[in-house]
């Protein structure tokens, strides 16, 4: 089984961007990210309102850190601190050397190749430094472009599952792709 430390934490860096770590001082972009239902549009979960519901999101990232069971970073351009986004192993499994990954972009960054780098990034990180066999992301089946993000990645659909869980008055269905390290490419 893997043996997990994210102190001190591991700032990673690509060509364009710096993945720090999400702090208080997050608390506004965090705000707009999941307070905005265009981007939680095909994520099942609250709306966050207010600024004391983002530092609760926040003070949750921080709390998987600490105790080695996800890890989050902050999307940053080089050279700018400004939050753009979230990427991270937030579920992972130790006994099965494997992680879930999950990202999230502020509308304006979107469609500029950021998600995908970050993504390449922090799948280098899993499968390199933290000895992940295989990383999987849960989609909706609806989110076209994630779906598009995670092929251009390596990720190959593994799984449909039909209404399999329940928020706000409805099933969802979700779609599950997976990579294996030895298909793993480093591009940035």
């Known amino acids: 089984m893997l043996t997990l ?23 506004n ?28 999101h926040i003070a949750m990232i921080i709390e998987k850190i600490e ?29 099965n050397y494997r992680s879930e990954i999950g990202y999230m972009l502020l509308p304006q960054y979107q469609s500029q190749g950021i998600v995908s780098e970050a993504i390449n990034t922090v799948l280098d990180y899993g499968f390199n430094v933290l000895n992940f066999h295989s990383v999987e992301a849960v989609v909706d089946p609806e989110n076209y ?20 869980e329940y928020w706000d008055g409805k099933f969802w269905d979700s779609v599950v792709y997976s990579l294996l390290k030895r298909n793993f490419v480093k591009k940035f």
């Open 67 to 95: 105790n080695n069971t996800g890890i989050n970073w902050a999307i940053t351009l080089k050279g700018n601190p400004k939050l753009l986004g979230v990427i991270g192993h937030y579920r992972i499994q130790p006994e």
């Open 5 to 27: 430390s994210f102190a001190p934490f591991p700032i990673l860096e690509s060509q364009r961007l710096f993945l720090r770590a999400v702090t208080v001082d997050d608390v």
């Open 29 to 56: 972009e965090v705000m707009e990210l999941r307070g905005n239902p265009e981007t939680m549009k095909f994520i099942p979960r609250p709306l966050v309102t207010s600024p004391e519901m983002a530092l609760e």
């Open 145 to 164: 472009v994630s779906a598009k993000v995670l092929e251009k990645n390596g990720f190959v659909k593994e799984a449909h599952f039909l209404e399999n």
